[in-house]
């Protein structure tokens, strides 16, 4: 009931995700999956800490007015295994962001399913891009 969805606008960017170095976060989902995209050139940008990948544009810590208009422009985020309703996430969901999700954490998605598309972190493939980009996407 307290997530507020924002209208629809046009999107221009394709991923947006939120990094931060901490001993709590499990990264490593997040890092294989940006260097794969980097290497099919589709464009990704960081906020939070700096990650040293070329190809990345990092927006580092931005104020959260800025951040709502980039992710209001963005087509696809990825939800972070340790609290898959973060803020970020939560942002992403109100700015129609779709968020690419671990296949074993999509059963917590019941309220918000639309928003969410299961994901096998352990098997990136091109097809499997592909298949989200036949879903409005790159």
Known sequence: KGIKKNKKIKKKYNFLFYFRKHKNKKNQNLIKFI???????IDVMLVGNKL?????????????????????????SLVSDENIFSLFTI????????????????????QFRKNFI?????????????????????
């Open 52 to 76: 040293k990948i070329r190809g990345v544009k990092n927006l580092g810590f931005i104020k959260h007015e800025k951040l709502i208009s980039y992710l209001s422009q963005t087509r696809y």
């Open 91 to 110: 942002d992403a969901i109100n700015n129609n962001v779709q968020l690419l999700i671990d296949k074993k954490k999509f059963k917590f998605t019941n």
């Open 118 to 138: 299961k994901f096998n972190f352990k098997n990136i493939s091109i097809k499997k891009l592909l298949i989200i980009k036949n879903k409005k996407c790159l």
């Open 35 to 41: 260097n794969f995209l980097v290497r099919k050139k």
